[in-house]
């Protein structure tokens, strides 16, 4: 059972490009939390989806920042117009949704606005 | 809200000594805790969890962890340390009775000398 997938890597953007980062879950689990960790920090709630629905976006950032779980295909989290500042490790982490829920989490997505 | 405090950024140990990663924490109803360790470069892994009944819980590659409700803590331990433990540790908190998103300390890099 493959973990939590995350593409790319590391990602590379200037300011005022937009950046895609992609999350497919782990099998079976239809819960997607994304989560940010700025350099020396701990980890930041962002969003938390299930299928076609955002439940929980109260860590999004109200500009430049969106995220999806659509029915087919992986969770997509988009940056807009990027900025020095959000250069970061984003994680993406997925559940199967029935309490008591554990979190798995991807590798991350390393982005570097230059 | 619900917040979660690591006293120690830096805990060192020599090897095949006991060691503890500190953690408390604050929520308004009954927890739900965790803890995570992230090696360089890499996502976070999921090491143990504590729900309810027995309060000491026991995880992934020896380690566990003693939930004590009165001094709302969750330290990690482990009896005997090993070089390969040298990571980055996280506790999460999440409140059992509302939003999923977890909240976590800020980290303890642990160092496991020779």
Redesign the interface.
Known sequence: NAGVMQNPRHLVRRRGQEARLRCSPMKGHSHVYWYRQLPEEGLKFMVYLQKENIIDESGMPKERFSAEFPKEGPSILRIQQVVRGDSAAYFCASSPGREPDTQYFGPGTRLTVL | AQSVAQPEDQVNVAEGNPLTVKCTYSVSGNP?L?W?VQYP??????LL?Y?TGDNLVKGSYGFEAEFNKSQTSFHLKKPSALVSDSALY?CAVRD?GS?????????TQLTVLP
């Open positions: 739900y965790f995570y470069n890499r996502g976070l892994q999921f969890k729900i996280f059992r939003a999923r998103q977890l909240t976590f300390g800020s980290g």
